[in-house]
């Protein structure tokens, strides 16, 4: 069994100082909310073994936001920028997935962007929570989180329409459930 979490960065400023996309920085509810998913997995176990960072500035800061919200509950993964992620499509996206095997984590996480993120999350559901995939067919938002089980031994076996999709979360979806 491999478990993947694809979770997107946080909101961002609208343009970087420098004009470059991949140098835009969070904002301040970003910040809050990549703190906040951060915590709830924290709070939720198994934990990623590995994470594979865009380098894209808001990716990154993203993860280091949710990991100093989570650190003290979970065990240190190995994390890595993989440059393939920025601007990737859900094949690149699905290959990235597949070379894991390398490193075998049990459970893997890409911090990454939409629209490649949203596809892939879409193209690997084959079953699984009925509401979050309702609810994942509309986007998956800023800070969003899909979680998907494989029922397989090695990353390069995971496909298209093979996932099961466990729980899709985010922090707006967190703030509804503690009003309730």
Do not use: C
Not at 85 to 105: K, M, N, V, W
Not at 146 to 171: I, K, N, Q, S, Y
Request: glycine letters at 8%; zero cysteines; proline letters at 7%.
């Amino acid at each position: 069994m491999r478990r993947l979490m694809l979770l997107r960065h946080a909101k961002t400023e609208h343009d970087a100082p420098s004009g470059r996309d991949q140098d835009r920085r969070l904002d301040k509810r970003g910040r809050g909310d990549a703190a906040e998913i951060g915590a709830w997995i924290g709070r939720h176990p198994p934990f990623p073994d590995s994470v594979l960072v865009s380098p894209a500035i808001r990716a990154h800061q993203t993860w280091e936001i949710a990991w100093d919200a989570m650190k003290d509950r979970v065990p240190e993964p190995q994390v890595e920028l993989i440059p393939e992620l920025y601007g990737a499509g859900p094949s690149q996206l699905l290959q990235t997935i597949r070379e894991a095997s390398a490193a075998d984590p049990q459970r893997l996480m890409l911090v990454g962007h939409n629209p490649g993120m949203h596809e892939l999350a879409l193209a690997l559901t084959g079953s699984g929570d009925a509401a979050g995939r309702r609810a994942l067919a509309d986007n998956l938002p800023t800070s969003g989180l899909a979680v998907f089980d494989f029922a397989v031994d090695d990353w390069a076996d995971v496909a298209f329409r093979r996932g099961r999709l466990l729980l899709f979360v985010t922090p707006k979806l967190l703030k509804q459930a503690s009003d309730d």
